[in-house]
């Protein structure tokens, strides 16, 4: 059985005080609200802080209000549960219940917050695994090691960005609050992330998410599919976030595809859905869209299934969002075999 190492939790009061514990104790500390992968993955030592700066009992950061006209501000400490269950979101923009309700099984969505799903470690098949298994190939570079076993002459990690909503908030042109010593910012959720399997992340380190701001809904239509070997507890092996916006007429005014798990950062694939702007989607378009949309693409074999594999299904989900998102009214179909999960 693998074990949690010894630390000092420290529960913050407010948002300005965990900004100041992280501050204090540097690269020693962490923040955590759920802990459902923090926790994992200190117990495989991929992550040995000696403080933990708890958030769960931050104020004012649990609710999930606005309108369609005003636009959606998400607590970072509301769970998934919440978020999947909720009337407002459910409404307004069903997509991003759908995909925290596709996050792992029910109880991680019943502890697991949407701050730090968007915050969760990338992924590899060769860094998810005990000490033990990881010290038998001399670790690897992103953690207490010098080569990355998946591409050996790379100078860069290409662990795999997994986390289910991030992609959706993107297509939706959602923004995050930062909250550090140094005051609060507001990033669009694209900016949170960098393509490096280690350096991930742009937030500081002594910053907390705090917020999630969803933009007007502006009648914009979206949906989220995604890949796992099992209908639950996995991991995205890629996800497909689309979202248009088409006038009255059925002519697309703006689109956006968003891929994840298929680098160390969602994937936006501009150049396709440029594509529909300006035309009614027919289905010889879609597949000339989902042609291009796959392009940018790049898994390579450090999850499930083959990159080979997960590469062409990219082009298959992205064709089958578009479809969805072109023929329903609301723009979703409930969540099912077809577009909830599993190959
Ligand atoms: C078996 C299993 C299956 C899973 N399946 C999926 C899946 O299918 N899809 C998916 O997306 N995720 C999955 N997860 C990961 C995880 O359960 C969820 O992403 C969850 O939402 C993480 O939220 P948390 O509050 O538990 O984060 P925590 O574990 O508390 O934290 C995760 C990371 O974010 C940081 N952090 C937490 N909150 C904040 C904040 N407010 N501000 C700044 N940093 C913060 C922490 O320091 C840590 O680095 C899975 C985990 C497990 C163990
Ligand atoms: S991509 Fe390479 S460096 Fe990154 S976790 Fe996997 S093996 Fe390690």
């Known amino acids: 059985m693998m074990r949690l190492p010894p630390f000092r939790y420290i529960a913050a009061a ?176 694209r900016d949170l992330y960098r393509h490096d399997g280690i350096h991930f992340i742009t937030k500081r380190s002594d910053e907390i998410l705090t917020k999630i701001h969803l933009p007007p809904s502006d009648t914009v239509k979206a949906t989220y599919l995604k890949l796992r070997r099992r209908g639950s507890i996995d991991f995205p092996i890629l996800g497909v976030a689309a979202a248009i916006k088409t006038s009255s007429g059925g002519i697309v005014e703006r689109a956006d595809i968003v891929l994840t798990a298929v680098e160390s950062a969602p994937v936006e694939a501009k150049d396709a859905a440029e594509l529909l702007v300006g035309k009614r989607p027919t289905p010889g378009l879609i597949q000339e869209v989902a042609a291009r949309a796959y392009r940018p693409a790049k898994p390579l074999d450090n999850t499930d299934l083959t990159h080979a594999y997960r590469k062409k299904m990219a082009r298959t989900f992205v064709a089958r969002a578009l479809r969805e998102l072109c023929s329903e009214p609301n723009g979703l179909q409930p969540v099912g075999p077809a577009n909830g999960a599993t190959i």
């Not at 769970?79 to 925290?100: D, F, H």
């Not at 298994?133 to 670790?139: D, G, L, P, S, V």
């Open 14 to 189: 407010t948002s300005q005080e965990a900004g100041r514990l992280l501050a204090q104790y540097g690269p020693e500390a962490m923040p955590v609200s759920g802990g459902t992968d923090l926790y994992p993955n200190m117990k495989r030592r991929q992550f040995e802080p000696k403080v933990l700066v708890g958030l769960r009992g931050l104020e004012g950061l649990k609710s999930i209000v606005g309108s369609p006209d005003a636009g959606i501000e998400i607590g970072a400490l509301s769970t998934l549960a919440e978020i999947q269950g909720s009337e407002l979101l459910k409404s307004v923009y069903p997509a991003v219940a759908r995909a925290a309700g596709l996050v792992s099984s029910p109880p991680l969505r019943t502890m697991g917050t949407i701050g730090g799903n968007l915050c969760i470690d990338t992924r590899c098949n060769y860094y998810n695994q005990s000490y033990e298994w990881r010290e038998a190939i001399h670790f690897c570079m992103k953690k207490d090691g010098g080569t990355c076993w998946v591409a050996p002459g790379s100078k860069r990690c290409w662990a795999v960005s997994s986390s289910d909503t991030a992609p959706v908030f993107i297509a939706l042109g959602a923004e995050v609050s930062l909250s550090g010593p140094e005051g609060e910012r507001r990033i669009p959720v």
